[in-house]
Nanobody, 124 residues
């Protein structure tokens, strides 16, 4: 069982930056792929970014490529999402997810464990 806890959300003006963190429990964290997803009001949950454990291969949604960066610290069981050049369309609840198969896919069904989410609000 893996438990995930997100932090770092908040209110920011358009053009600003935020860094989200996700703390994971479990001794096999380094072998899991980790993903970030988001869900805006009235919309379906969507893929944002993912990173594999070994090797650190990353995968990004087109809408955030070049603005967001996913990274991880396996020694601390942490995964981060650095978000720059934020715009109001980035407003959503952001979720951290873990994939024990290590595939870093974009599909929600690939991830077995989810955090409770952290709210990100970007004002115009």
């Amino acid at each position: 069982q893996v438990q995930l806890v997100e932090s770092g959300g908040g209110l920011v003006q358009a053009g600003g930056s935020l860094r989200l963190s996700c703390a994971a429990s479990g001794r096999t964290f380094s072998t899991y792929s980790m993903g970030w997803f988001r869900q805006a009001p009235g919309k379906e949950r969507e893929f944002v970014a993912a990173i594999r454990g070994p090797g650190g291969f990353t995968n990004y949604a087109d809408s955030v490529k070049g603005r967001f960066t996913i990274s991880r610290d396996n020694a601390k069981n942490l995964v981060y999402l650095q978000m720059n050049s934020l715009n109001p369309e980035d407003t959503a609840v952001y979720y951290c997810a873990a994939d024990p198969r290590g595939l870093a896919y974009r599909e929600i069904s690939s991830y077995d464990y989810w955090g409770q989410g952290t709210q990100v609000t970007v004002s115009s």
